[in-house]
């Protein structure tokens, strides 16, 4: 609904119950909701699919929900079982089966469905993975990693983007620009604002100007 206190289906009320505030359903048909007991997950029926309750409760991605408790964050499973052992200062979502979180010790890394690390090394940030690819922040500089926690090329930014159809958006001492996926600029213009390319084209600007710009940085209008 609209004040985000109960679901529609149609436009009329999935069942009658309400709550202070719900969250969108997720496969395999649970959503997460807030009533006077605290946040949990419901089946389609409204009916909570465990005894639990938690500060905060998110959706399921990949069969896994983050939740928050006093003593910090960690992942369960459709039947509302913790996914394993260890807690967290922060969980995000599991995307293509692996998730950013953050330790008590402020690193960042990815953990798998069973929250075993994929890589020894510990950043200052980490993203989600997208097609096996991840942004990371280290003391040194972002950069890309795959899936085994390895650099995809041995270039350093100030800033940092995921790969969209083969290309990434990338900041150095110049300002924003795009990159291919061995961290090599495509054209040598710099932009202050830039988006990844949708279908060819990419939304830029500098200063009060806009542009739209092709895959060779050619400039295809102004405004």
Avoid: M
Avoid at 44 to 50: A, D, E, K, T, V
Avoid at 160 to 183: C, M, Q, R, S
Avoid at 185 to 212: K, W
């Amino acid at each position: 609904s609209d004040d985000y206190t109960h679901f529609l289906h149609n436009g009329k009320s999935l069942f009658e119950k309400r709550f202070i505030e719900v969250l969108k359903f997720h496969e395999p048909g649970l959503a997460p909701v807030k009533d006077e007991s605290g946040w949990h997950h419901i089946n389609s029926n409204g009916q909570s699919i465990y005894n639990e309750r938690y500060l905060r409760a998110f959706g399921y991605y990949f069969a896994r929900a983050a939740v928050t408790t006093e003593d910090g964050c960690f992942h369960i499973t459709e039947k509302g079982n913790a996914a394993y052992k260890d807690q967290y200062i922060w969980c995000g979502n599991y995307q293509e089966n692996l998730c950013a979180v953050k330790s008590f010790t402020k690193d960042y890394f990815h953990i798998d469905l069973d929250g075993s690390r994929i890589y020894n090394n510990s950043f200052l940030y980490v993203g989600d993975f997208k097609d096996g690819i991840a942004c990371v922040r280290s003391l040194n500089g972002w950069f890309h990693i795959d899936a085994a926690g390895k650099p995809l090329n041995n270039r350093l930014f100030l800033g940092l983007g995921v790969f969209h159809k083969g290309y990434a958006t990338a900041k150095d001492e110049k300002g924003w620009f795009h990159i291919n996926k061995l961290g090599q600029e495509i054209y040598p213009e710099r932009y202050e604002i830039i988006e990844p390319f949708y279908n060819g084209v990419s939304l830029v600007g500098i200063s009060d100007s806009n542009y739209l710009i092709s895959e060779r940085g050619k400039i295809i209008n102004e405004f």
